[in-house]
């Protein structure tokens, strides 16, 4: 029997170690810092390999050349960004700059507790040099600066994102709970910032300015979410364009300069129209072709309110529907 054990322990021992060691290399706190793109392609591993309980990188000041998306997919990750950083996606790579959450065409995953600290980044998408909008292996993917799918749970702060080939931040496939703060999207080939089919996205004091499209765009079942003391300005197309989203609020942003509407509120193709929309304390001003139209009947829309919002020459009417009922409170008209 003794030498039974004897045989045995060793092997016993052995084993124990090794799952030991298992659990120590999963289940741990990790910082890791980034200095160069060969530090941020070895942390992104690091993040792709799920051994960690949180992660915490911190990325030094210097200019990362992106020649692949630098993807987080994993839970629990915390991005600090020193001041003067900039971030470039390469000539001709066609795909987002950075991805957040599922990359699978219908996503089965949700990931949670992400939080990107900025100071001031720069997120340059380098549309001028990319071919097209789509990422040629997932054609489901656009090419935007930011690209948001299945995550609960995210903060983003002081961000400056522009020249994306597609958005600059897009938020989809039912994320929910984020915040955006403090941050700019600008000069994007379509749409500032774009959210779908998610819900509680808080928005504070960001700019949209000089998107090809619209400055803010919303569909596909995009509900309970607020906009507070930002700024569209100069847009090529609406402001604000809003469509199939309920329980939305907008509230002290100033919409102006746009070439078309301030805010365009319509339904799709199913009849699914926007409902509980507010503006409250915005101005609207010197868009072309006027300021809040609701393009939909009452069955299809319903409960825009406008309260307290001034606007001043827009270059059609103020406040404009096709039948829906708009509630107005309070708004000074100078036209």
Known sequence: MKKLFALIFPILLFWMLQKTNSLTTSVINSQQTVRNTSDLIKVEKIIDSGKFTKLTINVKANTYILYDTFRINQSNVSIIIEPGTKVVL???INKPVIAIG?????????????????NGVEIDGNKANQDWEVEQDRPWIRNNCIDVRSVRRLTIENVVVHDARSGGLVISWGSSDIHIINSSFNNNFFDGVAYYDSKRIYTNSCSM??????????????RDSIFSDCIADSNGDVGIFIRYSKQVRFNNCVIKNSGSYAAFLSHNESGNGVHDIMFSGCQILNNQNGGIYVASTEDKSAYTSVVGCVFRGNGGGAIISDGSIIWQAANIIME
């Open 209 to 222: 300015i000089s998107n090809n499209n619209a400055a803010i765009s919303l569909d596909s079942n995009l």
């Open 102 to 118: 599922s990359r699978e065409k219908t996503p089965t995953t949700t990931i949670e507790n992400i939080y990107i600290s900025g």
């Open 90 to 92: 390469a000539d001709h």
